[in-house]
């Protein structure tokens, strides 16, 4: 372009070219590159588009790992029960998780399992939603095997309140009615108000129609929780499973989402997966595991005074926020 540009320049100079040829060559090059570039974005749009296929097509052709049996039928929760029966589960063969684990969860009453990081309290909730099957040993919800029912009908009976809830770049009703599929607004507003979200949207600018999510209003960790909560009232599961729900909040949010996750237990069959233990201490049975294995069960007097593992837990827990609550006091001082 420099050149050419240059070499008319100077046959104008010379009076060998007028100023329409100067403008006659700069109109061809223009309309020589512009296609070009434009060629070049669409050569690059195009390899991206084919490296994303190709990915799209190996997550496809990746083999599922968790199937259904052929003619499997959807799961009925009459009583909703749920029991490890000798389970045994590692992600990786030479690292066993839990070992031969074996515990039974009454209908309607709440079980807090607890214990040290790595002892496979996440794990249990992995397979209870049948994300990966146990290499040996049964887990029953309502006295029947998952493996023998169909994955959704079994997702479908258990409700989660997670430790990070994830929002949408949706509206704060979309959100809510994600839970369950054609909820309708008075749903929708009833378990935002047994989710104790009224004084929130009671705030908002539009209401149930406010963008939330990263693109919208940010919502502060409590209200994403009991966000979280209204999701799984809509859905209304016999089961409730709570993974450390509160475990990222500080202590006076913890406390209203404890009291609004005891409202919502009740009449349902609970189960409370747990690393601060002051959460769970009103539960009506604790698992203790170490390594997989179940070393205590009982309720918070009875393991208190047994002296064990979970004693130690709760006597250092205590004697970490007693330093907690006198540092700002010797601050001041």
Known sequence: VAGAMAYTVWGWSTGALTVGDLVLVNTYLIQLFRPLDVLGWVYRTIRQGLIDMAEMFRLI??????????????????????????????YDPGRIILDRLSFEVPAGT?????????????????????????????????????????????????GIVPQDSVLFNESLAYNIAYGAEGADQAMIEQAAQDAALTALVSRLPDRYDTMVGERGLKLSGGEKQRVAIARTLVKNPPILLLD???????????????????????????IAIAHRLSTIADADNILVLDHGRLVESGDHV??????GLYAEMWNRQASERREESETPAEAAE
Do not use: C, M, W
């Not at 052709?61 to 590692?90: C, H, S």
């Not at 989402?257 to 609970?270: D, E, F, M, Y």
């Not at 009875?302 to 002296?307: D, K, N, T």
């Open 61 to 90: 052709d990746t083999d599922i790992e968790v199937k259904d049996k052929l003619g499997a039928p959807a799961l009925i929760v009459r009583t909703p029960t749920v029991a490890f029966d000798n389970v045994t589960f590692g």
């Open 110 to 158: 709440t079980t807090a399992i607890v214990g040290p990081s790595g002892a496979g309290k996440s794990t249990i909730g992995r397979l209870l939603f049948r994300f990966y099957d146990p290499q040996a040993g049964r887990v029953l919800v309502g006295g029947e095997n998952i493996a023998d029912v169909t994955q959704e009908s079994v997702r479908a009976a258990i």
């Open 244 to 270: 450390e729900a509160t475990s990222a909040l500080d202590t006076r949010t913890e406390q209203a989402i404890l009291a609004t996750l005891r409202r919502i237990a009740q009449g349902r069959t609970t």
């Open 302 to 307: 009875a393991l208190i005074r047994h002296g």
